[in-house]
């Protein structure tokens, strides 16, 4: 009994410090404010699709695959209702650090980090920043950079325009630099919910940061923007190097890596009361961020196991254009071409990259894919309702190993998605 009344006369005195502490800054200099929104997605495919969290988030139709009866085993429709986009951010404030105003953001959803967590907490973004007249610094976890915050799809869809447009969540430190209408960025990062594939300890594929980690070195962005009225320009380069693996079967170090570039450009222009968007990426290793890229082996030495990669090339370009504001009327449109990979793939062996598919004893592989979506919302105060009619379309071929990878023959598999979304906003 008296342990616990110490301790509640210690917690006690506790509360009545922090309140003298809290009433000694300005209201203004620390706090927290919530916001968020909450989401019901209702959604109807043509088909089966590669999708994420029960067909929520959208990437591309499956390709055909026939039966004896020439039947399309991936041809049945499906029909879904999720809230899992729903979510609650809180914006930080507090005191000024080294003469910089400091704030922070810490934002959570429903998404789940797997399949199997659907409804589950899942870490959006939590950060840090300090701002000076010029310059600002982040550290946390928030967008990766080629996700342009200020230029990206305005979609219903969860999907934001995957695979034609960027998509990922990073740890990491970033440096903005301003001159007047201009600013540099530079980033440096780790990953975690986003990651590349690679070989686990059993051979198969998996998604892991420690390919990256294993490489010590982490990813870096630089970029470059420019600003003036409602018109906004800008380019980016990322370089990546991962490890595939530390040691081989024989139980030798290896450190062979696969270095990886890639180039993003973007515009967007707000001619009130319409707004558009342009961008265009190219890539040698986009995995990781949702978009159609890898690597694969090359060689492997018979004695030792040492393994070469080769890495694949792709790009992607989109545009979004949006009118009105109460009731806003939008359209989005993007192509994703794959271009091969830089060297001949050893035969028989794992293709460490998204979109490639055994179809019937046959590797098939993304050639090329379209989307186009209209889109409608409501927005009524703090309600909207949103509804969305996404066409997409995506060319499978058969991977010609020894011919860098291109693509032979295929067709076309077709998916129409049809999406109402119901938001409430706080």
């Known amino acids: 009994m008296k342990r616990a009344l110490l301790i509640k006369r210690s917690l006690f005195a506790f509360l009545i410090i922090l309140g003298f ?3 000694a800054m300005k209201a203004e200099d620390w706090g927290i404010k919530f916001s968020g929104f909450l989401k019901t997605d209702i959604m109807y495919d043509s088909r089966q699709v590669e999708s994420f969290r029960e067909g929520h988030l959208l990437l591309i139709p499956l390709p055909k695959k026939l039966n004896a009866d020439d039947e399309d085993l991936n041809g049945k429709s499906n029909f879904n209702m999720l ?10 404030s507090a005191p000024d650090v080294l003469g910089a105003k400091t704030s922070g953001l810490l934002e959570i959803e429903f998404f789940g980090t797997s399949e199997a967590s659907v409804n589950g907490l899942r870490l959006r973004h939590a950060y840090a920043k300090l701002d000076w007249d010029n310059t600002s610094l982040l550290i946390g976890q928030t967008w990766h950079p080629f996700f342009i915050t200020d230029c990206f799809p305005g979609t219903v869809s969860f999907n934001t325009g995957i695979p034609f447009q960027p998509f ?30 690679g070989p686990d300890a059993a051979g198969a594929i998996s998604y892991s940061s420690k390919f990256l980690r294993n490489s010590v070195v982490p ?38 890596t696969v270095n990886s570039f890639a180039g993003i450009a973007y515009m967007k222009a707000n001619l009130d009361p319409v707004t558009i ?6 890539g040698q290793d986009l995995s990781n961020l949702m978009m159609h890229g890898g ?7 018979a004695a030792s196991d040492q393994e070469e990669y080769t890495k694949m090339n792709s790009m992607a370009v989109w545009t979004d254009i949006s009118i009105g504001k109460e009731i806003e009327y939008g359209i989005f449109a993007g192509f994703s071409k794959y271009l091969g990979f830089e060297d001949n793939i050893l035969a028989g062996t794992n293709y460490y990259a998204r979109y490639f598919y055994d179809i019937n004893n046959e590797i098939q592989t993304l050639d090329y894919a379209y ?27 058969e991977v010609r190993n020894d011919d860098k990878g291109k693509v032979n023959g295929g067709e076309e598999a077709n998916n129409l998605r049809l999406l109402i979304g119901c938001f409430i906003f706080f």
Do not use: C, H
């Open 371 to 397: 989307r186009v979506s209209p889109r409608i919302q409501w927005n009524i105060g703090k309600f909207r309702l949103a509804g969305e009619i996404e066409w997409t379309s995506a060319k499978f071929g």
């Open 277 to 282: 968007k342009l961008e265009g990426v190219y």
């Open 83 to 92: 809230s899992v986009q729903s979510r609650v951010a809180g914006a930080i």
């Open 21 to 23: 502490g809290a009433q």
């Open 168 to 197: 990922s969540r990073n740890p990491q430190v970033r440096l903005t630099q301003r001159f007047g209408g201009f600013a540099m960025t530079a980033a440096a990062m780790s990953q975690r919910d986003f990651s590349n594939p």
């Open 219 to 256: 990813d870096l962005f630089f970029g470059m923007d420019f600003r003036a009225n409602n018109f906004l320009i800008g380019a980016g380069a990322n370089y990546k190097m991962i490890t595939p693996r530390t040691a081989t079967i024989t139980d030798m170090l290896t450190e062979e």
């Open 295 to 301: 690597y694969a082996i090359k060689s492997i030495d």
